[in-house]
Each structure stands twice: as structure tokens, then as C-alpha cells.
């Protein structure tokens, strides 16, 4: 591991190793950065993408660009899309609820950070919470979210557009861990919650990325999350801003279909009136020891996929793909996949009509009918593999069909 010149987001000891380098490609004209370093602060044990601060801003243009407009024109209205109310989401939703209404009453007045569309608010206020406001940097979402509560403003957890003191308890669900410097998050949190105020955070949980496997790599290919937290770094971070932990938990929620789950940790804070200048402990470098477990592991099953997708291509059948997510960005990156393709399939519109991959246009399913017999269809979109392999059979496909 080589030793790097950068700062971590939550100790500022520039102190930090390289603990993984992957170079993952994007779509064409994609403000994405494709260059994926995961650092270990060597201080405190923190986790995080190394990014430079344009890299950071390309993400910003990113959510608002392609990101969010994939969200809000997908053609599947059963995954945990951002902001969303479909079944997916629900659930996640009905873990959270009983546990606000715990700790606050119905008549509270409630901020949802990072709201995106607006369906988490809209629930609450179906269960009886009026004092609900949301902020959102995406402008589509805010426009989205409007339609449905009003109080739907252009802010981010950075930057909170309301006065001192202002809420008696504010939602970061999902929202840490996109965030470039957590720590003024949690400042702004410091600053519109009352005294006594409640923050409830939720952030994928990085010390189970191991036991909750998906894809290779897949806690890392969603880019998007630039800091990886246990329960130990939420807890030392917050009692440095003011916050005193409440309680703790662990669940894992579905994300685009059941068996695609997310390691979610949950915490309760409660605003205080200093802060907690805690020394580290070894809890914070149990974190980067698992870690090295995780990116270990991956990294056999990434040798693997090297050499059957070479066996596929010594084969000279045609190959179609069909699903283009970030399984297959990462698969087209890191193997021989990209030497090999007869054509790129979706069933996304939006993708077909404005998204390229070196050129080559995204195609509908039905190109599948110009596929020969002797062909194969590989499936990258994980969670979707039983709606595409029903597409395939409805299409009287003949050829091979290879899951990933």
C-alpha cells in the first residue's frame, strides 16, 4: 500500500494509505470521475474515496445531469429509488417510522435532508407528522417533491436554508455518505436543531459490506458514496460536533429487488450543548481490517470473472448484454467484455435515447431478435435477472443466457 498526500474528511490527518485502485469507466460524456482510489486514514481509521475538489463538483453536476434523471424516468417502479414511494422504499420507510415516533411527537417539526422526490416526507405526514420540510440539491427532485408538500426547498446538508434553531429533529437517511466534508453536516445539523433536538442518521453500514455481498466491488462501483462508515466513526465524528449518541442499529434493507440488500446502520443523536473531544480507540481500526477482507475477496472474484469472460471470447460466439448498470461499467473496465460485444441492451428509454458507451448506441430488447442461435446473452442488471430471463423466454430467444 503506498502512502498518498491527501486529507481525511474526519480527522484532517493527512496520514492516509491507498488501500484500492480501480479504473472504472463511465457513459460517454458522463461527469463521473472513473478513477476509483479508497483511502485509509492511518490516524483514525476512516474510510473514503480520495477525490479532488472538481472531481467532487463533477458529482454535483452529475446528480443533477444523469443521476436523477435515470431515477425519475426509470421504467421499474419496485426499487429503493431516492425519494421514492414504491415497495422498496416503503420498507425502509417502516423501519424509521416507529423509531421517530420513539423519541418525538407527531406535532414536531421535522427536516428531511436530501429529500430528493419527496416520498419520505409525503409519509410522514400520511402517519400524522404536519411540520414536515424537506431540502434537496437536484433541482428536478425539489420540482418533484413540491407536488406533493410544500415546504420543498433548494438547500443540501451543507448549506441549510433556515434559521437558528429551527427544527426539533432532522433526517439524514442516505445522505453522509455522498457528502464531500461530513463534518460541516454536522455543524449545520448543530446549528437548525433546537436544543435537546434529535438527528437520525442512516448511512450503509461498512463494516458488513462483507457478509451482505451483491456484486464485486458493489459497496465501492456505487461511486456516488465517498465515505464509508461504522457505527464507531459515526459516533466519534458526531461527538466532535456537539451530538451525544442515543442508540444504535442494524438492518438489512432491500434495495432493487429482495435479494439486493443494503447493510444499513441507523443512529439516533441528540443535540448537546459542547463537544465531546474523544481520544481514538481500536474500535476505529476495526473498520480498516475488514475492509482489507472485503477488497481481498473481490479481488479473487475479479480474477475469476477475468478468465470466463477470456474463455468467452476465445468462443467467437456474438454477445449481447443487457442491462447496463454498474455491474457492467465495472465488468466492461476490468475484463476482455468490451472486445466482445455484439450489442449494449436496455430497457430503460432514457438510457436508449441519451446515453452512449464509446460511441456505441444502447439499444431496446428488441435487437435480440437479430441474435443468432449459437450467441449469448449476458445479464448485468443483477437485481432485474428473473424480469430479463422472463423478457427472453417471451421472445423465444435460442441462444445462451450467461447470469452474472
Sequence with gaps: MN????????????????????KIKNFDNSKLYEDLRINRCSYCGHIYNELTPEEFKNIMDYYGEEYSMTNIHAPEETGDRPGSKNPLTLKRYEILLPIIKRHVQTNARILDV???MGGFLDYLKENGFNEVYGIEPVVAYVDRASKNVNNVKVGSAESVPFDDEYFDVLIMDQVLEHLYEPRKAFREAKRVLKKGGYLFIGVPDAARYRETYFFDFYWFLLKEHIQHFDIAHLKILAESEGFNLIEFYHKKTPMMSETMTLPYLGAIFEKTVKENLSNKNEALFYLGNEMERYIDIEEKRLRARRKFISGLKKSEREVFVWGLGREFL??????????????????????????????KRICSPSVIKEANKSSYVII????????????????????DIIEL
Design 380 to 399: 448485468t442488471a443483477i437485481a432485474h435477472k428473473n424480469a430479463i430471463k422472463a423478457s427472453l423466454k417471451n421472445m423465444s430467444y435460442e441462444g
Design 114 to 116: 436530501g429529500c430528493a
Design 330 to 359: 465495472y465488468l466492461y473496465s476490468t475484463t476482455e467484455l468490451k472486445s466482445i460485444i455484439r450489442g449494449l441492451i436496455d430497457a430503460s428509454p432514457y438510457k436508449q435515447e441519451n446515453l452512449t458507451l464509446d460511441g
Design 3 to 22: 502512502t498518498v498526500e491527501n486529507i481525511c474528511p474526519l480527522c484532517e490527518s493527512n496520514e492516509t494509505a491507498r488501500i484500492l485502485y480501480l
